[in-house]
């Protein structure tokens, strides 16, 4: 896990979801995102490519996938107070 303590990062009507994050989110699914790269698998790794979020969200980003909405548009950055880095 990338971040640590993170809370889900989806924004849903204008707000940030509360929940923890428990899931890491491909804003470009891996597949695609390594072929971006030239095919560098290291890219499946990329903190600019991914998102913490909860369950839930991670359920609605892939059942948003699937059906052709673009969901990438819909994260937020999480607030200081509730997220720090992992070092
Ligand atoms: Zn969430």
Redesign the pocket.
């Given at each position: 896990m990338m971040r640590c303590g993170g809370f889900?990062e989806?924004i849903v009507d204008g707000k940030r979801?509360t929940?923890v994050a428990t899931d890491i989110h491909h804003v470009v699914k891996a597949d695609k995102y390594i072929k971006q790269h030239g095919g560098d698998e290291d890219a499946y790794f990329d903190e600019a490519n991914l998102r913490g979020?909860?369950a839930?969200?991670h359920q609605w980003l892939t059942v948003g996938e699937r059906e052709g909405r673009d969901v990438t548009g819909c994260f937020g950055p999480p607030p200081e107070s509730t997220w720090s880095p992992c070092i």
């Open positions: 889900c989806r979801c929940q979020v909860c839930s969200c």
